[in-house]
């Protein structure tokens, strides 16, 4: 088994030495197959917790000024505001485009893309 910080340990550091998941799994002896399935499974159960029934509209000049919570609270403690977490964020506009956005990101990454996303 793999934690979701051993993860995202992984993540980081093979952006900060500019090498692919690929290689740095062959040179740390990690099992792909492990790394992959663990990776997949906590994107999944944050997509699950994060995303409502259906689409939340935002209109311009609504930016939400109160924290977003990234994960709902299910009996433990809340993730702090600056703790990354990945996410996939999708805006689309009222003429039809449609931007996807996702990676690790903290609520105040979350923030910034909602405030750039209404003007």
């Not at 500019?18 to 992959?36: F, K, N, P, T, V």
């Not at 964020?89 to 956005?101: F, H, K, L, Y």
């Amino acid at each position: 088994m793999m934690t979701r910080e051993e993860i995202a340990a992984i993540d980081k550091e093979c952006e900060q030495q500019h090498i692919s998941q690929h290689e740095y799994l062959d040179s740390h002896g990690i099992a792909r197959h492990q790394y992959y399935r663990w990776k997949r499974r906590y994107r999944e159960e944050d997509e699950q917790s994060l995303v409502p029934a259906g689409f939340v509209p935002m209109m311009p000049g609504a930016a939400q000024s109160q924290p977003i919570p990234l994960q709902k609270s299910r009996g433990k403690q809340q993730k702090s505001q600056d703790q990354e977490s990945f996410l996939t964020v999708e805006i689309r506009t009222s003429c039809g485009s449609v931007m996807r956005i996702q990676g690790n990101m903290t609520a105040a990454h979350l923030r910034e893309i909602i405030s750039a996303s209404n003007v």
